[in-house]
């Protein structure tokens, strides 16, 4: 089967404020889907698995879905596998046993759902992942890597130039934090001056951990030199913030990304320096009218949809809210 790409842009900001003019393009898998196509489901149950229902982006996916797919007569079920590929697999597999029309996936990577998703596709359901990647069964997912990486990670590198020592917060169970992870690490590598010290989070405890690391990682770079902390989401570097606040450090750069409404308002009060802005609840709404789309007309190829990154900065937030009045909710 051919690759295709597909490319859905989603109006996120004017053009004055999107970072990039245009998204990539990313190729898809080209594997069939395993979906049902050219029917509507028995079953009219979205069932949405996720690796953290607290966590503010993917609140804002499950409002989009929910409500896209209330609105089309549908009920929502969701489960918090409060990151625990197991536990997810277990939701997934009990959808399946409901017999729902679709299962949505939020963030745990196609690879560590093997027994779900082959419980899936063996009941002919389609499943749909925010930032998990493809896989069988899959008719599409979110891209969630470059698009909002690389703004990030790009403004740290021009504050530090050259030479600089960053606290990179990590978390390698979800899949958008592995991609992300490795766009940071491709674009450091240019920077051979910059040293960069990795701590791996949890979910839950991201908060905690991010300022217990950036606690440790104080003590061994003292004020003077050109210091950063990212993180591949925010939460962990809002955790990381209190350490410094703690610590009545002053000195160093702090980036994230999704741009929650605590992260906004960090922006704002000038203790983030910068995130990057996601439409989850665009997203959410895309992930059911494409999934459905699939029930409804044959799932055809897999498809990957990138959606462009806003950068927030001290520079732009004001501007930015005016845009977008919805990110401090």
């Known amino acids: 089967m051919r690759k295709n790409r597909v490319v859905l842009a ?7 404020l999107i970072t990039f003019t245009g998204c990539s393009v990313p190729d898809s898998t080209p594997a069939s889907s395993g979906a049902a196509g050219g029917s509507t489901p028995k079953n009219t149950l979205l069932g949405i698995v996720t690796i953290s229902a607290t966590d503010a982006n993917n609140a804002r ?3 989009g879905a929910t409500d896209a797919a209330e609105a089309a007569g549908w009920t929502v079920e ?25 299962i949505f996936d939020l963030v745990f990577p196609t690879s560590s759902l093997g027994a779900g998703l082959a419980a899936a596709q063996g009941a002919n359901i389609p499943v749909a992942t925010w930032g998990g990647g493809l896989g069988t069964g899959v008719v599409m997912t979110t891209g969630a890597g470059a698009p909002f990486a690389e703004p990030a990670t790009q403004a740290m590198l021009d504050a530090l130039g050259d030479k600089g020592s960053v606290l990179a917060l990590t978390y390698r169970t979800g899949q958008v934090c592995r991609d992300r992870e490795g766009i940071f690490d491709a674009m450091l ?5 910059i040293k960069v010290t990795k701590n791996e989070v949890s979910i839950p405890g991201f908060l905690q951990d991010g300022a217990d690391y950036a606690t440790a990682w104080l003590a061994a770079n003292p004020e003077g030199g050109k210091l950063a902390v990212w993180g591949c989401w ?4 809002l955790g990381a913030i209190s350490a410094l606040k703690q610590a009545q450090r002053t000195d160093v750069l702090t980036y994230g990304i999704n741009g929650s409404s605590t ?29 459905l789309a699939a029930i409804e007309n044959g799932a055809g190829e897999q498809q990957t949809i990138d959606v462009p990154g806003v950068l927030v900065t001290a520079d732009n937030i004001d501007q930015f809210l005016t845009d977008h009045p919805e990110a401090l909710q």
């Open 263 to 291: 992260a906004i308002k960090a922006v704002q009060d000038g203790s983030l320096t910068a995130t990057v802005y996601e439409d989850g609840v665009k997203e959410g709404e895309t992930m059911f009218s494409t999934t």
């Open 61 to 63: 996916v499950i409002k």
């Open 234 to 237: 925010e939460d962990p570097t």
């Open 10 to 16: 989603l109006a996120l900001a004017s053009a004055a």
């Open 189 to 193: 590598k240019d920077h051979p001056g």
């Open 78 to 102: 969701v489960v918090d596998a409060a990151g625990n590929a197991d536990q997810a697999n277990s939701a997934i597999t009990n959808f399946v046993n409901k017999g729902a029309g679709m």
